[in-house]
C-alpha cells in the first residue's frame, strides 16, 4: 500500500506542477490575446480615419470641379459682353456673373473648410498611425519574449508529461481514474496527508477507527468527508 500511495504522491507533485504550467500559459495566452486586441481596435481607428479621409478627398475633388465649371462660367458670360445691344441685356449679363462669381466664392469658401478638415483628420490619422506602429513593436517584442517562455515552459511539459505517463502505468486503472476524478473534483488535490487525527486536504477529524486503519496502513484509506486519499507522515 505504501508504494502505491508513494506513487499517487509523486503523480500528484507532476498533475500540480503540469496544472501550474497550464495556467501560466493560460495567462500568457490572455497577456498576448490583450496585445492583438489592442492592436485591432487602433487598426480599426486608422481603418476609420483612412475612410473618412478619402471620402472628403473625394468630395474636395468634386468640389474643385464645381470651382473650374464656374470660373468657365464666368469667362463664357464675361465675353458675351462685347457684343450687347441693349442697357437691359447688359444689366442682366451683369447680374448673371455676379451671381457666377458669388457662387464660386462659395465654392472657394467650401474648398477651404474642405481642406481644413483635411489637414485635421490627416493629422488624427498620423498619429493614430504612429500609436498603432508603436504598439505593433511593442506587441512584436513580448510576443518573441512570450514564444522563448513557452518553448521553454513546452519542453517542461513533454518531460513531465512523460514521467507522469510512466507513473500512471505503474498504478492500478481504478485507483487511477479514481485518482484523477478527485484530483479534478478536489482543486488539484486528490491525495491529502494527515496530521494529528484531521485530513488536511478539508481540515476534517477522521473517526478514530479510521485513523488506526490508516495508521496500521494495510489499506488505501479515503477521507469520509472529501473523499481524498489518505496518506501519514511517517517521518
Ligand atoms: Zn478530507
Known amino acids: 500500500m505504501h508504494e502505491k500511495m508513494n506513487l499517487l504522491r509523486e503523480?500528484?507533485?507532476v498533475d500540480q506542477e503540469l496544472a501550474e504550467l497550464a495556467?501560466?500559459?493560460a495567462k500568457y495566452a490572455g497577456e498576448l490575446k490583450g496585445l492583438s486586441d489592442e492592436q485591432d481596435r487602433v487598426q480599426g481607428m486608422v481603418d476609420e480615419l483612412t475612410a473618412q479621409l478619402e471620402q472628403?478627398?473625394?468630395?474636395?475633388?468634386?468640389?474643385?470641379?464645381?470651382?473650374?465649371?464656374?470660373?468657365?462660367?464666368?469667362?463664357?458670360?464675361?465675353g458675351r459682353l462685347p457684343e450687347i445691344q441693349t442697357q437691359k441685356e447688359y444689366v442682366a449679363v451683369l447680374k448673371e456673373i455676379d451671381m457666377a462669381k458669388k457662387a464660386s466664392l462659395d465654392t472657394l469658401a467650401k474648398i477651404s473648410e474642405k481642406e481644413g478638415q483635411l489637414t485635421e483628420l490627416g493629422?488624427?490619422?498620423?498619429?493614430?498611425?504612429?500609436?498603432?506602429?508603436?504598439?505593433a513593436e511593442n506587441s512584436a517584442a513580448r510576443q518573441a519574449e512570450v514564444d522563448q517562455i513557452l518553448?521553454?515552459?513546452?519542453?517542461?511539459c513533454v518531460a513531465r508529461q512523460a514521467t507522469r505517463d510512466s507513473l500512471a502505468k505503474e498504478l492500478p486503472n481504478t485507483l487511477l481514474s479514481k485518482?484523477?476524478?478527485?484530483?479534478?473534483?478536489r482543486g488539484g488535490l486528490a491525495v491529502a496527508c494527515v496530521v494529528d487525527g484531521a485530513c488536511l486536504g478539508c481540515n476534517m477529524q477522521l473517526p478514530p477507527q479510521q485513523y488506526n486503519r490508516l495508521h496500521r496502513g494495510n489499506e488505501l484509506?479515503?477521507?469520509p468527508h472529501c473523499n481524498r486519499l489518505l496518506y501519514m507522515n511517517r517521518a
Open 221 to 223: 484509506q479515503s477521507c
Open 179 to 185: 485518482y484523477q476524478r478527485i484530483f479534478s473534483r
Open 56 to 78: 472628403l478627398q473625394k468630395e474636395d475633388a468634386q468640389l474643385q470641379q464645381e470651382l473650374l465649371a464656374e470660373k468657365d462660367q464666368i469667362t463664357m458670360v464675361e
Open 11 to 13: 503523480l500528484q507533485e
Open 151 to 156: 518553448a521553454e515552459s513546452d519542453a517542461t
Open 23 to 25: 495556467t501560466v500559459r
Open 123 to 135: 493629422d488624427d490619422l498620423d498619429e493614430k498611425q504612429t500609436e498603432l506602429a508603436a504598439i
